[in-house]
């Protein structure tokens, strides 16, 4: 059999096929969500690097009818015909981006969601630095909009600022994890940092 690492039409790519699921990233969000409880009825949540919408589609029966979800992509995302959620295009490296985020989300958050990953160049050291600048975005969105005993979750690709990170989560929130989803792929250096209840 020949050997490979990346499999289009794997069991979670079947599974949300299945379950009527747009992205098998979804399984991702709802494993972290199950592990820490993190989502409630009512809350407020941004996810950033939403599109097409998986994790959205997950976020929004976690947080029912009266919660909130806004999800922004550089790429559109298709409606998902929930009157509770906003969605927009938008660029979070942009220089407005915070501005921009706060017209169309006001107010604060209580739980921060970023799945926000670069193009990748095959370069690891590149990756990597690119999907870190994309966490310290979602981390200054968690820092200025975060609600106290809100949390966080951001994907990170794994490599030399991680650590540095980790304490700047430890700094920030009462308690931090480091989650692989079991839906990851087998070769993917991503992970999730989890900060739960952000310090007041
Ligand atoms: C892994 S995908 C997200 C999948 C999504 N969580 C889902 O479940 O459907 C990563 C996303 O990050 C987005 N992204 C990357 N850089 C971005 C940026 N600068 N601004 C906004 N979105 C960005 C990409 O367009 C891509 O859709």
Redesign the pocket.
């Known amino acids: 059999m020949t050997k490979r690492s990346y499999q289009p039409k794997d069991f979670y790519f079947r599974k949300a096929k299945d379950e009527g699921l747009?992205?098998r990233?979804?399984f991702k969000i709802e494993e972290i969500a199950r592990r820490f409880a993190i989502f409630k009825k009512g809350q407020t949540v941004v996810?950033?690097?939403?599109?097409?919408?998986?994790?959205?589609q997950i976020i929004l029966n976690e947080v029912g009818p009266t919660g909130h979800v806004t999800g922004?992509?550089?790429?559109a995302i298709r409606p998902l015909g929930r009157a509770n959620c906003v969605t927009a295009v938008?660029?979070?490296?942009g220089a407005d981006f915070h501005a921009q985020l706060e017209a169309l989300h006001p107010g604060p958050v209580d739980v921060v969601v970023s799945?926000?990953?670069?193009k990748t160049t095959g370069v690891k050291d590149v990756d990597e630095a690119r999907s870190l600048r994309?966490v310290d975005v979602a981390l200054e969105v968690a820092k200025r909009r975060g609600r106290p005993n809100g949390h966080f979750i951001a994907k990170l690709f794994m490599g030399s600022g991680f650590e540095a990170l980790r304490d700047e989560l430890k700094v920030l929130f009462g308690e931090v994890k480091v989650v692989r989803p079991e839906a990851t792929r087998g070769a993917s250096m991503e992970i999730y940092l989890v900060g739960l209840r952000k310090r007041a």
Not at 47 to 56: Q, S, T, V
């Open positions: 747009r992205a990233s979804a996810d950033l690097g939403a599109a097409p919408g998986g994790f959205l922004v992509d550089l790429a938008l660029d979070v490296l799945d926000l990953a670069p994309l």
